[in-house]
């Protein structure tokens, strides 16, 4: 299993289970298979299908707020998202970390 250890790899992963999570999406209306447009997702939260696409990239990290309602619209748990997600603190030996509290290893 791969570790997922700095922001940018994060971001990477969330996007791609976002993606997999809207294309596989399944309707309750029989006539449409699966899957939703990234309009039609960006739609229900309020955001531009640019901002999907970006999400879905990982160029942009998706702010709680809505992670939390696309986990709702498209029927999975939160934590969907940030499977196999550990950030561990010698990754960040080099960054100002002196306001934030570690324990070993942070799983998200």
Known sequence: MKQYTTPTEAKVLIGK?????????VHSDPLRKYGLTQTELSNAIGVTFQQIQKYEKGTNA???????????????????????????????????????????????
């Open 17 to 25: 289970r976002l993606k997999h999570a809207r294309i596989n999406f």
């Open 62 to 108: 998706i702010p709680f707020y809505n992670l939390w309602r696309l986990s709702l619209i498209l029927k999975k748990p939160i934590d969907y998202f940030s499977q196999d997600l550990t950030i561990t603190k010698e990754r960040y030996k080099h960054e100002d970390i002196s306001t934030v509290r570690w324990s070993n290893s942070v799983t998200i």
